[in-house]
């Protein structure tokens, strides 16, 4: 068995305790409050993810954003947007867009919500039943006035598109269920 001599054993003993404050140190500056930036506590980050197949049908989209909550009663955001829509042998859609987002909320349980969306779309439609087929590239500007019912980090209700029009072939309906959750 090898003997450690007192100074080797103080100089060791000293190199840990030295570590461990070094790490106490550490530790407990990153964890006071003033370390935080105070706009970035006020910013939450949420989103939507949407997946949905069938026979010879596919819909895939994200939409992640991010609010600034200027208050308990409003909060400021932007949003990005991408889907990709295809239905076999009839057509496919790309759509990709940015969003302004406002959020009310009167009451902790109650919010309303403006979503201004543009969006530029890319329709290819196959040729059926004697049609030729083709390409539709456009602008949309979409307009949603939402209420909802808020629980925690949550809100489900439903969104009016007052800009709708049917013959854009965006949007199948100027009413829109929502969930949306932001962290």
Known sequence: MKKYS???????????????????VIAQYQQTPHSVNPFWSKVQFGGGLGLSFGSGYTDISIAPSAIYNVNPY????????????????????GIYGASFLTF??????????????????????????????????????AL????????????????????????????SDAVMPFVRAYF
């Open 104 to 141: 009310i909320n009167p009451i902790p349980e109650i919010q309303f919500s403006i979503n201004l969306n543009q969006s530029y779309v890319n329709n290819h439609y196959e040729a059926y039943h004697n049609l030729p087929a083709y390409t539709d590239n456009f602008w949309n500007t």
């Open 144 to 171: 949603f006035l939402g209420a909802g019912y808020r629980a925690g980090n949550v809100t489900v209700g439903i969104a009016y598109n007052v800009l709708f029009d049917e013959n854009d072939h965006v949007y």
């Open 74 to 93: 409003l909060a400021v955001g932007l949003g990005l947007q991408g889907s990709y829509v295809s239905s076999k042998g009839y057509y496919d859609s």
């Open 6 to 24: 007192f100074s080797s054993l103080t100089k060791l003993f000293s190199i840990v305790i030295l570590l461990f404050f070094y790490e106490n």
